[in-house]
DNA sequence: AAGCCTACCTAACACTTGTTAGGTGTCAAT
DNA sequence: ATTGACACCTAACAAGTGTTAGGTAGGCTT
């Protein structure tokens, strides 16, 4: 029974593959029923408008990286370890769902102005679970310490950089890449071993008002 | 003598917020004009095309970061300490011109195809610079071994993130993020003390055709 | 056989796009 | 006083934009 792709599936990701190569802004209606051999007006028996294509593509990409990426920051392991794990996952939403994720990445800003404050706030949610972690790491002396707002933000720019770049048909498998990718930030942060820094532990300070200085 | 600034510098500078906050596809030129009190029609006095101000921007964007990174790179000191100071040259660059800066991270793929290939060349050129201090503190022992072409766009890519989000009312001064970021890729690369392989040393290995495995 | 649903088409709508041709006024140099 | 450059305007162009209304053909159910 199991159909292979309905036409609404088939739109998102044509759509997707356009609005990475092409920008949202720059990809018409009719480029989009082009690529499936239908007339620019026949798009409107399955979507209610070009946005709502976008949204459908970021918002689905959004739940794709929360889906993979809170259940292992929730873990009991060591910050290290979930950090490590965190920055994998991340890295193969990306490199499983190049198109969609691409899109979510650089293209969410053409929604409007609620549908962008939602994923803004996903966003958020998304990074303070790294933030989190790397409180965590830095409050037990796992890892150096750091402003952990900046740290996150570099990690997550850097795996995020990898959609723009990677192809399925590059060298690099995203295996190695992710590996490459959570030994840099691992290192970053682990801390120097010859100052076994055991700080007061356990507790992790409430994040304050303003991030730094 | 010296004049505030000729008509085609501010259709630049407006071009760069209108291009940097909606995108170059998604400006028109009337929303130019508009910014200036001017008409649409009038910019064609000043300009040959829309796409003549994005070149514009973009290619001056780079010229700017090559001129600051590039002399950095080939001073006589250390790689961690060149690497530092690119770090934070790239930085500064890309804090000091935001708008340019974004607009040339962002927005280049919207040049018709020998100014794309142009830039992408200088890109690839820049990337080298960076890849190049790696490779180098790699052979000599000063930095743990990595792949230097993924670590080279590991960094830039978290540098370049720095043009998304910083604000210049923010509560970060640009030279904190700086050294935040400069300090985390220092330690991320820093070889272990423990052990101090002091590698062949002084010749660095050609890169070779494929990059990684 | 009738009705209905799905999937598509055609044609048009109101509007915006980048760009150009020709004209107007201002100001400095001749 | 004439010239010419400069900065801008108006008006239009051809093409493309997202979207809609109305129509048609085929298949499924009744």
Redo the contacts with the bound molecule.
Sequence with gaps: MQMVE??RQQIESVASALFRERGY???????I?KA?????????????????VLWSIVSRAADRFRERVHPIAERQTSATDRLREMCRAHVEVVTQNLETASVFLDEWRFLGTERQAAIAERRDAYEALFRRVIEEGVARGEFTPTDPKITAIAILSALNGIATWYRLDGPLSADSIADQYAGLFIRALACDPSKPTVRPSQSIPKPRGRPIR
């Design positions: 309905t036409r802004a720059a990809t018409s209606v009719r480029d029923a499936l051999d239908i007339q620019g007006g026949s798009l409107y028996a399955h979507v209610a408008s070009k946005e709502d």
